[in-house]
């Protein structure tokens, strides 16, 4: 970056949290800019990504949100790469800002969703960035509806190699996951949600990994969020 960005960036409005700058934005709630302060936001996903994810893995971050998994993963772990995906358009600009606003260079921003097939589909934007999804939600309806792309997962999978999957399952994941080609994976960690997916995609998962090979890890599992590794530690 040259010395204007630099200047730019160091004027821009952030919060601190873990050692990154997240830029200050409308849509975050009192919750998430008080979770950032205090260290906290996302803590049990972060946690586990960086008790799996190696220096020398790419990792795949399957809604990557405001990026604090793969910000801390690319400049603190710092991995080989990390491609976020986010289906929030809104989300994926901010990616790209924060990514740049961190000097991150070694992270990618796929905007759109992954599908079983290349298309377009809607995209609900709930006030809260947490709860927008590609589902209709009777107990949260969306204040906007966006199209949005959509990406073959399998052929986005085959051409960047990842070796680490992050995923937060909020709905279609849970059926898409059982699709996928992830024999190439050392890794995962993903983000369940049961009140959404239900114990069907909840299995859905967990048969998934381990048709791939991918075992439970309970090192970098908490609650909710699960670990799966190929090989177990030796020490």
Same mark, same amino acid.
């Given at each position: ?15 601190? $949290?873990?050692?990154?700058?997240? *830029? ?5 709630? *009192?919750?998430? =800019? ?15 990504? +960086? ?6 893995? /790419? ?28 289906? +929030? ?36 934007? =709930?006030? +809260?960035?947490?709860?927008? $999804? ?22 986005? %999978? ?10 937060? %399952? ?6 898409? %996951? *059982?699709?996928?080609?992830? $024999?190439?994976? =050392? ?6 949600? *049961?009140?959404? %997916? ?18 439970? +890890?309970?090192?970098? $599992? ?6 799966? =590794?190929? /090989?177990?530690? /030796?020490?």
């Amino acid at each position: 970056m040259d010395g204007t960005t630099d200047v730019a960036n160091t004027a821009q409005p952030s919060i601190k $949290s873990r050692g990154l700058r997240f *830029p200050k934005a409308a849509f975050m709630t *009192p919750a998430m =800019r008080t979770a950032l302060r205090k260290d906290t936001y996302e803590n049990t996903l972060v946690t586990a990504c +960086n008790r799996t994810a190696l220096p020398e893995d /790419t990792v795949l971050d399957i809604g990557a949100g405001i990026g604090a998994v793969s910000a801390t993963l690319a400049k603190q772990q710092t991995v080989k790469m990390v491609h976020a995906v986010e289906a +929030n358009p809104e989300l994926a600009t901010y990616l790209t800002n924060m990514f740049a606003l961190n000097g991150i260079e070694n992270a990618s921003v796929i905007s759109g969703a992954l599908g079983k097939r290349k298309s377009t589909a809607d995209f609900h934007v =709930r006030k +809260n960035p947490a709860l927008s $999804s590609l589902t209709v939600r009777e107990d949260s309806p969306a204040g906007v509806i966006e199209k949005i792309e959509v990406h073959n997962a399998r052929a986005l %999978i085959k051409d960047l190699a990842p070796t680490v999957i992050v995923i937060d %399952i909020q709905g279609s994941e849970a059926e898409l %996951i *059982p699709d996928l080609d992830l $024999s190439g994976l =050392r890794a995962a960690v993903v983000k369940l949600h *049961p009140k959404w %997916i239900g114990p069907e995609g909840v299995n859905a998962v967990f048969a998934a990994m381990m048709e791939a090979g991918l075992n439970y +890890n309970a090192r970098g $599992s908490n609650g909710k969020v699960v670990s799966f =590794r190929r /090989t177990w530690p /030796t020490a």
